[in-house]
């Protein structure tokens, strides 16, 4: 559905396949399964284009702008969504800090979709940006929030299907906290038919929610693991994922953390039982010694940074099909 022509609190996830997948205007990225998995397959052969080919989209945005509200800190998704606006033509205003303090957040909605054409939003809560999306006409973008990481998730798969060329039948094996990066890599990895097995701590697991979600919509034969064991879920990968031990917001929590999450550190010895041709990945940024060791996230086989390019290309897609 089309935010511009809607009423106001009529939602429109799910309903992909009423339209072409080019363009999606109105719909809103809240979380992963807002984007359906054909749509997902259609954003990144659009984002290979993109990223091999700027130059036809140079104007696509032109006279379009975006607000970007940020609550937390941020360096590759603020700069990539800036210069992904940019690189298109259209323009963005950033505010920092925290969002809904002064106003509700419905108010704030009916004022940002009054002067721009889309949200990006990076909160603590989920609820703000169901929220933010709820009340605005204009389509409202998840740059991270407690519980998922959607825009990360695009760009790893991008950078995983330049790595194997396929995406079906890979194993990504996720080690570390069970956390949004780690949410959204199940569902959107699990329904372009990436296998995906989470290793954490005991009381560090995924929601069970959101794992039974991707298993409801994994693509047919993918298998879903959740594993106290890391070398389980490492053994055969063909990517190895991790993240920080405590995420924004976490902060009081780090010291317990780091003595719970000791022995799930990727280091050469757990890297090992990935297979030869495995890669290693992080959303960046790292604690280097504590979730991941130098000598791995240094290694060749290390695609960091490429993941970290993507994330530009993936939400350049992502901005063409949404507004
Ligand atoms: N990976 C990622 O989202 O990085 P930032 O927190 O720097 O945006
Ligand atoms: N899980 C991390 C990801 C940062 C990109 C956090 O939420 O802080």
Redesign the pocket.
Known sequence: MNKDSAAPLRRSRYSADRAALWKLPGRDLTQDLDLSARELSYLLDLAARVKQDPAPFATALAGRYLSLLFEK??????LTFELAIKQLGGDAVLTTGPIGDREPLKDVARNLDRWTHGIVA?TFSQATIEELARWSRVPVIN??SDRY?P??ALADMLTLKECFGRLEGLKLAFVGDGNNVAHSLLLTGARLGVHVAVATPAGYEPSAAIVEEARRHAAPGVRITVTHDAAEAVRGADAVYTDVWTSMGQEAESEQRRRDFRDYQVDENLFALAKRSAVFMH???SKRGEEVTDAVIESERSVVFDQ?EN?LHAQKALLLMLL
């Not at 800190?73 to 603020?78: A, C, E, Q, V």
Request: glycine share 0%.
């Open positions: 800190p941020s360096l590759r998704t603020r990076r740059a991270l990481h825009c990360q959303c960046l940024p970290a994330r």
